[in-house]
């Protein structure tokens, strides 16, 4: 599909951030770990670990979403459902809108999310085999279904809007924002909140993620994760929920709206190769669509945030697609793995990776690669390693590559009037 | 178990079914099920689930209908209770 922008002069804003993850609930804390180079992997607290060779992931500490909602309600409910909603309420919040449900806001939903409802999911399935299906509670159907995360957002916060979800595994919640960009530009909505709510710190998810063979043995929790670098031996597992108000430039303008940056490039491709082997021809054409849509050159990037797992495999795809995309041009970018710090939310990836990107170029410092202490050979761009530095970065390109050859990649820009 | 102890516990149940907090002090058994607690048919059904899951009683989906108030749900569930029927 050929993505071009040259018909639409609506431009896209992000006019609120509401995120939850294991580097902290507010934009600043956020920021702060990714800048100071800061893992927010540990030992499992929240995941009974005791059965599992792998004890180590990217957990969402509780005490952060107790001032969103109440502790019976997050003991009893969906994980990605609870992480989704805080997100959803702090973003309303950050943008100026009423988080409280008792005005109706003229807003779509989209939501990427990888896992959906798991939580709820496994427990059916359980009381299915333990029971038998006349077991299973009347609400599982309301509360398992895909989109049950999305519905119950609309319902909370009253948004009118139209809501999906998108599932395209890692790559769900930055083809969630890319979407809501070519909704609002082709005028179907004035503001949509899009991003992603995953958690696979499941029992079942976590086991078979385990039996997929590439999640990093390393028990070091906060070096466990080593994108690009020689020893990498995979990815670790965490969870997390990023919301972004997209709102229509002239809309965010008339209602005096902060406007954090602008979002002005979209690609959308399939490798169409392998079900989990990645495709460099497929994210590179992902990467050159989206500069296309953007109405931009190679020159024009200034920073790269990378889907950057960590496995042997991604990071020497991506090193070649990036390579593949910008020539020459590829060895003066900066590109790091704010993964290594995140851990891998799974659909949520883009979207927090998104807000990573918001903030080095309002702060113009490109967060580091960490654990990157010796690069492999194959692996020779910029990837910022360990530490952050000062670079004036007006335009990011932010990458998310998800099993089954689905490629998604943003373009985001500082605004300027 | 008495009118009071199964008060407590379809208040815990109340709370469980609904996803917004609700104010348990306030429930008596003259409390309406549809117009003071907003229950729909859906969280009824899960009432009956939870009712017979933690107090051993089944409450048929036909018996469903006739539940108006908490008072309802009480007296129903004290007629049918496993041990008040022994007692019989």
Known sequence: MVMVNNQMKRRVVVTGIGLVSPLGCSLEAFWQALDQGRSGIRQCRNLDVSDFPIKIAGEVDNSFLHSDLTVKFISKSDRALVLGLCATSRALADAGLRNDGEEPIEAGCILGTGLGPG??????YSILASKGWRKLRPMTIPKTMFNAIANRITIKYKLLGQHYT???ACASSSHALGMATMMIRS??????LAGGADSPLLPGIFGAWINLGILSPNP?????????????DGLVLSEGAAMLVLEELEHAKSREARIYAEIVGYGATSDATHLTNPDPDGQARAINLALQNAELGHSDIDYINAHGTATI??????TQAI????????????VSS??????????TAGAIELV???????????????????????CDLDYVPKVSRHCHVDIALSNSFAFGGSNSVLVVKRFVE | MDEKEILYILSEIFEEIKDDPIDTMGITCKTLLRDDLEIDSLQTAEMLVEIEERLGVTIEDVEAPGLKTVGDVVELILQKHPKRQTEG
Not at chain 1, 313 to 318: A, K, Y
């Open chain 1, 323 to 334: 390579k593949l995309a910008f020539g020459k041009r590829a060895y003066e970018i900066p």
């Open chain 1, 313 to 318: 495999l991604n990071d020497l795809v991506e």
């Open chain 1, 187 to 192: 005028g179907m909505e004035n503001m949509i």
């Open chain 1, 338 to 347: 704010t993964k290594s710090m995140t851990g891998h939310p799974m659909g």
């Open chain 1, 119 to 124: 939580s709820d999911m496994e427990s059916s």
């Open chain 1, 356 to 378: 990573a990107c918001i903030q080095t170029i309002r702060h113009n410092r490109v967060p580091p690669t960490i654990n990157l202490d010796e690069p492999d050979s194959m």
């Open chain 1, 220 to 232: 070091e929790a906060p070096l466990a994760f080593r994108p690009f670098d020689k020893n990498r």
């Open chain 1, 166 to 168: 998108i599932a395209s």
